[in-house]
T-cell receptor, first 114, second 112 residues
Framework: GAGVSQSPSNKVTEKGKDVELRCDPI?????LYWYRQSLGQGLEFLIY????????KSGLPSDRFSAERTGGSVSTLTIQRTQQEDSAVYLC????????????FGPGTRLTVL | GENVEQHPSTLSVQEGDSAVIKCTYS??????FPWYKQELGKRPQLIIDIRSNVGEKKDQRIAVTLNKTAKHFSLHITETQPEDSAVYFCAATKAAGNKLTFGGGTRVLVKP
């Protein structure tokens, strides 16, 4: 079956511009996660959506970052007024219900801020 | 919140030798401990996990052990092969609305 998909796969933007990254989770998965991974680094947690509960936004690094999940499926991560330090791979993952279910990762979006 | 420490950050082993990666966690209520493998340029994938009601789990050449008293768990890879070269991440959660907290990762290099 179809796995987690993300778009775009690559995004190059200029400093100060806004960007939107999209994640399509596996059908039927109610939990969705966003992570950031800088080159050669670990997985930095950004935000976690679980069903209809209020999302855990504790990992968002600043108020320039926001995410929403419409209709319990597709999610969009928005970065406003991008900075060079935002350059990284943004990974989305989904799991069946909770964080104790296997997370399936998407291929990521490589963001480069010039 | 939960904090997961992972050691070592890099590990170089000779092909055929064993590799061990250790993680400690801070929240005694955590009850699910997965391990993810990320090959170069690829996405992380689950390789094995353990829940707090067991002390050890094995799947072919990989095994995970859990010591709840000491709050640490380890990944063991036996008879390492070049395709085991990757970054390995441990993680912990107590689920029920809580996020999965990852360790910092271990870069494993298996030398032929």
């Amino acid at each position: 079956g179809a796995g987690v998909s993300q778009s775009p796969s690559n995004k190059v933007t200029e400093k100060g511009k806004d960007v939107e990254l999209r994640c399509d989770p596996i059908s039927g998965h109610t939990a969705l996660y966003w992570y950031r991974q800088s080159l050669g680094q670990g997985l930095e947690f950004l935000i976690y959506f679980q069903g209809n509960s209020a999302p855990d936004k504790s990992g968002l690094p600043s108020d320039r970052f926001s995410a929403e999940r419409t209709g319990g499926s597709v999610s969009t991560l928005t970065i406003q007024r991008t900075q060079q330090e935002d350059s990284a791979v943004y990974l989305c993952a989904s799991s069946l219900q909770t964080s104790s279910d296997t997370q399936y990762f998407g291929p990521g979006t490589r963001l480069t801020v010039l | 919140g939960e904090n997961v420490e992972q050691h070592p950050s890099t590990l170089s082993v000779q092909e055929g030798d064993s590799a061990v990666i250790k993680c400690t966690y801070s929240d005694s209520a955590s009850n699910y401990f997965p391990w993810y493998k990320q090959e170069l340029g690829k996405r992380p994938q689950l390789i094995i996990d353990i829940r707090s009601n067991v002390g050890e789990k094995k799947d072919q050449r990989i095994a995970v052990t859990l010591n709840k008293t000491a709050k640490h768990f380890s990944l063991h890879i036996t008879e390492t092969q070049p395709e085991d070269s990757a970054v390995y991440f441990c993680a912990a959660t107590k689920a029920a609305g809580n996020k999965l907290t990852f360790g910092g990762g271990t870069r494993v290099l298996v030398k032929p």
